[in-house]
């Protein structure tokens, strides 16, 4: 009993406030962090938030001063008379054909191409592919006379042709972002695939390409966006309404003197639909692929 009196009691912890933890601490760089990504986003943003409720404005609250953010009334007829004013219908599905044939034939030729400059070994592969991208800083403009003389000679002008195969045929940014994300395959994998009597075909379609699905998700996004708004190319070969895309058809509502833009408003509100759509849902894909693209193997 004494040697029990004797022992010292444990010291119990006294009762205090709970330091929080030093990650959880908002810091005032932190802060101006958010704050100028926020800001950023708003500027970013702001463009087609402003064209988004000019498209169900009149015209006198557009060009009010001072400017009016919120429609008063909300004018949905504005979008009605949009599609019926010119034949969107018939727009979208050009559009979304020359799209969907193009991000195809870009996907297979520079998934080609970018495995042929990071695995195959050729005499003058390294001169070829900085010739190939040597042509990214040409300007589309500097070879579009050429492309229409060679257009006009095969009589595909005022066709859908002179759009889907210079387009589908060739494009030196996919090629280099697939090739980064080839190289970082290990080349172990081919070695295998090798001796087990693989050909270089069959490694290409059963090997490397479902490995490069993330880059493929990243660059067939970009592919899309950026044949989906092409202006330019349908502006200067296309003379039929029926052939038109849509960029080309909003052009319409621009006359040489009057311009209804409510429903310009209206109809560019429309076309950018398929494009956010595709970004909202593919996103990750468009993340993931750039960082995965910049890691070495």
């Given amino acids: 009993m004494k040697m029990e009196e004797s022992r010292t009691p444990l010291r119990q912890k006294q009762p205090g406030k709970l330091k929080p933890a030093t990650g959880s601490q908002l810091r005032p760089s932190k802060i101006a962090l958010h704050f100028a990504l926020i800001l950023g986003s708003l500027i970013m943003a702001g463009p087609f938030i402003w064209m988004a409720l000019s498209s169900l404005k009149s015209f006198e609250q557009i060009f009010a001063v ?13 979008i009605t008379d949009s599609l019926n004013a010119m034949p969107f219908g018939r727009a979208y599905f050009n559009s979304f054909y020359i799209s969907f044939v193009v991000v195809f034939s870009q996907l297979l030729t520079c998934s080609m191409a970018a495995y042929a400059f990071a695995k195959i070994k050729f005499p003058g592969s390294r001169f070829l592919f900085i010739a190939f991208l040597a042509t990214m800083m040409v300007p589309m403009q500097v070879t579009l006379i050429p492309l229409y003389i060679i ?4 009589n595909w002008v ?5 759009i889907l195969v210079p387009n589908a045929l060739f494009n030196a940014f996919g090629v280099f972002l697939l090739r980064q ?4 395959i290990p080349k172990e994998m081919e070695e295998a695939a090798v001796m087990d009597g693989a050909n270089p075909l069959y490694i290409y ?3 490397i390409l479902p490995l490069v699905r993330p880059a493929l998700a990243a660059f067939g996004i970009f592919s899309f966006i950026g044949i989906w708004n092409n202006f330019i190319q349908p502006l200067v070969f296309l003379s039929d309404q029926n052939l038109y895309t849509v960029p080309l058809l909003l052009a319409t509502f621009k006359g040489l003197y009057v311009t209804d ?5 209206a109809g560019a509100t429309i076309s950018v639909i398929p494009v956010l759509v595709i970004y909202i849902f593919a996103q990750r894909q468009i993340i993931e692929g750039i960082a995965l693209t910049g890691v070495k193997g």
């Fill in 261 to 265: 833009w409510p429903l310009m408003m």
């Fill in 158 to 162: 005022n066709s859908h042709l002179s």
């Fill in 181 to 184: 994300f080839i190289m970082g």
């Fill in 66 to 78: 001072p400017p009016v953010w919120i429609p008063d009334p909300f004018m949905w007829s504005n």
């Fill in 205 to 207: 379609w059963k090997i």
């Fill in 151 to 154: 257009m006009d000679s095969i």
